[in-house]
């Protein structure tokens, strides 16, 4: 019945965000056609409300990106009510796009609080922080709990959300050091990975599986799991080579990486230490060639890959390589 209107509003969002203006000017011209869908659209319908979701989402985007973070909160958290709304009315046709947006309410609050990363060194998190962090938690979890029953019926769509909010809960998790929690989830993330992959064999679900299983070996290493950590560094690079030959640029990078950290896998594990070079040097060796393909691309990840061969050097009491290659890292 809206359909005409539903597809010119599309092709208005398309089109401004299409002319890559400054944030606030787009942020000014998607608001005129938030304006617009809510007059010639009933606000009752779910046809005003997929478009708003996605309006809110968009725009909550640029207000962060314009370091507004409330800005953007109020406006996710009106995408989460619309979705709310329409989630009420029909769960079963609105499950995965409620799921949608908790999810990336669940990713404003992650990144707010910068845990895109797990060190060796937990975070200690303030008040404020600490807030953030349980928000987040709660919306990845309130993600999977809404797509639940197409989840258990093998949707891919629900598959890959749960994946996408598993994987970020390990992150979280790790990032303050609750390594176990964090192992626990990454375990069955993999398996839920791997399941999704045997059946598409595509590029981009080998590198998000890889994405994880690499994330998750740096846990493990955290924890002092030093031999699972070894294991699943071996895994990733097998399916990484798996599929090396569609993307050989996109697949090396990730390939060259994991092998330095398969090297660092192999010094911490006794009788795999003796290998340890052999790792380190093939990942060198692939860095090198993709600078040579792509014009010096990834010439800071060859550097780094050479300050770390150094250390190792260091470690082992091969002080002249060492001095060798940690002077490569500083060129």
Not at 36 to 65: C, R, W, Y
Not at 115 to 124: C, D, L, N
Request: proline share 2%.
């Amino acid at each position: 019945m809206y359909e005409d209107i539903v597809k010119a509003l599309n092709q208005d969002i398309a089109q401004i965000l299409k002319k890559k203006e400054a944030p606030a000017k787009t942020f000014g011209e998607l608001s005129k056609v938030r304006e617009k869908a809510e007059k010639s659209l009933p606000s009752d319908s779910t046809e005003q409300g997929k478009v708003l979701v996605v309006l809110h989402e968009i725009m909550g985007n640029l207000q962060f990106s314009l370091k507004n973070p409330q800005e953007a909160e109020k406006l996710y958290r009106t995408m989460v009510g619309i979705g709310a709304e329409m989630y009420r009315k029909d769960k079963q046709q609105y499950d995965i796009l409620f799921a949608q947006t908790n999810l990336r309410m669940a990713v404003f609050y992650k990144d707010l609080i910068n845990m895109g990363i797990v060190t060796p060194q937990p975070r200690k998190l303030n008040e404020a922080q600490q807030k953030a962090y349980d928000a987040s938690e709660k919306f990845f979890r309130n993600a999977i709990a809404a797509c639940l029953d197409k989840i258990k019926a093998g949707n891919r769509v629900a598959l890959e959300l749960q994946g996408k909010c598993m994987g970020n809960l390990m992150v979280l998790k790790g990032a303050v050091g609750e390594y176990e929690e964090s192992i626990r989830i990454g375990e069955q993330l993999i398996k839920l990975e791997k399941a999704i992959f045997q059946v598409t064999d595509d590029a981009p679900h080998a590198i998000e599986l890889a994405q994880w299983m690499n994330t998750l070996a740096s846990i493990y290493s955290f924890h002092k799991d030093h031999v699972k950590a070894l294991e699943m560094m071996e895994d990733c690079i097998y399916a990484l080579e798996d599929k090396e030959q569609e993307n050989p640029v996109a697949f090396g990078v990730r390939l060259a990486s994991c092998y330095v950290n398969l090297g660092n896998a192999r010094y911490l594990v006794p009788e795999e230490q003796k290998h340890a070079e052999e790792a380190y040097l093939t990942g060198l060796e692939k860095y090198r060639k993709l600078n040579e393909q792509t014009n010096g691309q990834f010439e800071k990840d060859e550097q780094q890959a050479c300050s770390v061969i150094g250390s190792y050097y260091q470690r082992t009491g091969q002080k002249d390589m060492a001095m060798e290659y940690l002077e490569r890292g500083k060129r």
